[in-house]
């Protein structure tokens, strides 16, 4: 059974800054990619940044670029989103997934955690 655990998120003033974790169950290494997405109130659910490993390549939504940053500690199976420039925008409930082979799905997702930003 995967499980992913998000943590880091809370309430920050504009401008601010943030880092999530999330911890996985399983290798990391094992998976195919990794990624956050994120969730406002009366809104779908949108891509926020990925990182497949085989390719060590990281991808990130053009309305984070610049601001926001994807990484990876393979000894800890954890994956990162630092959030710098923090807008009232960006606030939701982010999430991390797992797609586990090339060409699947995020099959495997986290609990979420949320991020208020205040103006």
């Known amino acids: 059974q995967v499980q992913l655990v998000e943590s880091g998120g809370g309430l920050v003033q504009a401008g601010g800054s943030v880092r999530l974790s999330c911890a996985a169950s399983?290798?990391?290494?094992?998976?195919?990619?990794m990624g956050w997405f994120r969730q406002a109130p009366g809104k779908e659910r949108e891509f926020v940044a990925g990182?497949?490993?085989?390719?060590?390549?990281?991808y990130h939504a053009e309305f984070v670029r610049g601001r926001f940053t994807i990484s990876r500690d393979n000894a800890k199976d954890t994956v990162y989103l630092q959030m710098n420039s923090l807008k009232p925008e960006d606030t939701a409930v982010y999430y991390c997934?797992?797609?586990?082979?090339?060409?699947?799905?995020?099959?495997?997702w986290g609990q979420g955690t949320q991020v208020t930003v205040s103006s």
């Open positions: 399983v290798r990391t290494s094992s998976t195919y990619a």
């Open positions: 990182i497949v490993w085989s390719e060590s390549s990281t």
């Open positions: 997934a797992i797609a586990p082979s090339s060409g699947s799905a995020y099959e495997y």
